[in-house]
């Protein structure tokens, strides 16, 4: 039990750096402009995305990516509650 907490707050600290927080954050505004985009959805939108992750370290490419990921959801909830249609445009 002890070992498992020890390996949660070690998670959480290496999620919580300045630079992991920045690429979380700028995931989240790439992944909205993609998500509002007509019929490019979260999986393309990581597909088109996913070579600007090469040049960075595990940890923060997938933090970059899950961003990306959660902010396409969202823009495409978006632009369906600004045209008054169901499901993504």
């Known amino acids: 039990m002890e070992v498992s907490f020890q390996n949660l707050i070690l998670g959480f600290a290496t999620v919580l750096t300045p630079t992991n927080l920045l690429y979380a954050l700028l995931g989240c505004l790439i992944g909205t402009m993609v998500g509002v985009l007509p019929g490019v959805g979260p999986l393309a939108g990581i597909s088109m995305l996913l ?27 978006t632009t369906s509650i600004l045209m008054r249609i169901p499901g993504e445009a």
């Open 51 to 77: 070579p600007t992750t090469f040049g960075l370290d595990a940890t923060s490419a997938i933090i970059l990516l899950a961003g990306i990921y959660y902010g396409a959801m969202y823009g495409g909830s």
